[in-house]
């Protein structure tokens, strides 16, 4: 059987776009560099650090490697956003090249993978996840990654790539549990258009035991520990699943930019279209109603979709080529990458933040953090002795800002029983005077005696922090030990 035109233009690959692709990266190095302190620090940057500081083989929320990063980040550029922030700039310029790359696989040329570095670079899901690090950010590189070599073990039919494979996903599993939904999406996939071959051989099993051997310390760790990532995924999907479900379609357009609509369509065909490759067009289809059915976050399938976008450049330049469409496009696509702009990056007024959050709430989650410490300050001056005083919050976002603002207001150490704050707790049961109760707590009056409401926060916006009440509690109903279990939380 002869081949297909699509499949000998995937099997001719230009050369590299170096020049054009670097100057993309370059100038987005830049930008995001340039607006890495924006309004702050995120609230889950703020457990990165306390996380990293506190270095663990896993948390009951995540495996190690973001933690780790945040700690490597912060002590070689300082303990500021920036100096955090270089981990997810270094990310997306890697996310960027990476796509590149996939695009010159899938047959693009110069200016096709040019483009396909300035539309990754400009979409709105890499621009907010490379703005600010959090596990996603390390999770898009790393999927991107996988996307590449799987290409190359399907062009090439050279099953060693399978040791690369298993080193990327070894990577990311001590990352985020999420690469085996990838893994399964392209496994099916293959199985069902094959080539089936690419499963025949023992370097499947060596690049199986390269990903077993890295992250088996978190699963001793897991394991210990009763496996607390398994159960806290359990519950996104249990609190979550109905809204994620039916949000899911909607927001995988927003989030990229309904611009690329068209793009990641033809990159659709265009892999059908090449048998090496079709498998790849039936993955995405695949991961997403695996991810309907867990549950699972509408961003969660956004590095797959990313790809079919990097295949369907070069087509898409050919068909706008050919007629007039070309310039409603290039105008919804500027158009498109304004609005990815002001929903990604620290670029409009904090009090002008309204409209942008209803599409990324992550940028209000940024905003008032050091006047939020500066009021549960005012707070604990209030009280006269402080020896035996403790300063304990509802969530994890106000004990990390409290860890990092705290010291230049003479606060202690704070405690809370969130998610892994719950296992570097409980203050010791010598400490038994007055509390500064940060937040709000379902029934504080089995823990907490004496309370009074002391203030309540404005951070002037609409934030997980706005209206959040700060107060002054004369002690507690029991040893801290003795209620520590019942303080855990993970909402």
């Known amino acids: 059987m002869g081949e297909t035109a699509s499949e000998t233009a995937t099997k001719t690959r230009a050369p590299f776009a170096a020049g054009g692709v670097g100057i993309v990266v370059l100038v987005q190095a830049a930008v995001l560099t340039v607006l890495s302190g ?124 399978w040791l690369a494979i298993g080193a990327a996903t070894g990577v990311g599993l001590l990352n985020k549990w999420l690469v085996p939904l990838l893994l399964l999406a392209l496994g099916v996939s293959v199985f069902i258009t094959g080539p089936r071959k690419v499963f025949r051989t023992w370097w499947l099993a060596a690049g199986a035991a390269i990903a077993l051997a890295a992250v088996a310390p978190v699963l001793v760790w897991e394991a210990r520990n009763g496996w607390p990532m398994v159960a806290f995924a359990g519950g996104i999907s249990e609190n979550d ?39 790849l067009a039936l993955a995405y289809p695949v991961l997403c109603v695996v991810l309907l059915a867990l549950g699972g976050k509408a961003y969660y399938s956004l590095p797959l979709l990313m790809l079919l976008t990097a295949a369907g450049v070069q087509p898409a330049l050919e068909w706008f080529a050919r ?106 049961d010598r400490i038994d005077g007055a509390v500064v109760l940060v937040g709000s707590f379902d029934r504080p009056a089995r823990a907490f005696t004496g309370c009074r409401e002391v203030a309540v926060q404005d951070t002037g916006i609409d934030n997980d922090e706005q209206g959040t009440p700060v107060a002054l509690c004369t002690g507690t109903t029991a040893a801290w030990s003795a209620l520590w279990p019942s303080l855990r939380h993970f909402g």
């Open 38 to 161: 924006g309004y702050g620090f995120h609230r889950d940057e703020f457990y990165y650090v306390a996380a990293g500081n506190r270095l663990a083989w896993g948390y009951v929320d995540q495996p190690p490697l973001t933690p780790a990063l945040a700690r490597l980040a912060t002590s070689l550029f300082g303990d500021t956003a920036p100096g955090l922030r270089v981990v997810a700039t270094l990310a997306g310029v890697a996310t960027v090249v990476v796509l590149a790359s996939l695009a010159r696989e899938f047959g693009a040329g110069y200016a096709g993978q040019v483009i396909t570095a300035v539309v990754t670079a400009l979409s709105g899901y890499v621009l907010v996840v490379s703005h600010m690090l959090s596990t996603t950010t390390i999770d898009m590189l790393v999927w991107s990654v996988l996307g590449l070599f799987t290409v190359k073990l399907l062009k090439t039919g050279d099953h060693r790539w």
């Open 323 to 428: 007629r007039r469409a070309r310039r409603w496009w290039l105008a919804a696509a500027a158009l498109g990458a304004a609005v990815s702009l002001a929903i990604g990056l620290p670029i409009v007024p904090a009090q002008a933040l309204g409209p942008v959050l209803a599409l990324n709430k992550e940028q209000g989650e940024q905003i008032g953090w050091p006047g939020f410490v500066t009021t549960v300050a005012d707070a604990w001056r209030q009280i006269p002795e402080k020896a035996n005083a403790v300063v304990f919050t509802s969530n994890y976002g106000e004990a990390g800002a409290i860890e990092h603002y705290g010291p230049a207001h003479d606060l202690p150490a704070p405690y809370s029983g969130h998610m892994s704050y719950a296992d570097w707790g409980p203050p010791p």
């Open 241 to 279: 699943g109905a809204e994620n479900r039916l949000m899911f379609v909607p927001l995988q357009i927003a989030y990229l930019s309904p611009a690329l609509v068209p793009v990641w369509i033809a990159g659709i065909v265009r892999l059908w279209k090449t048998p090496r490759l079709r498998s």
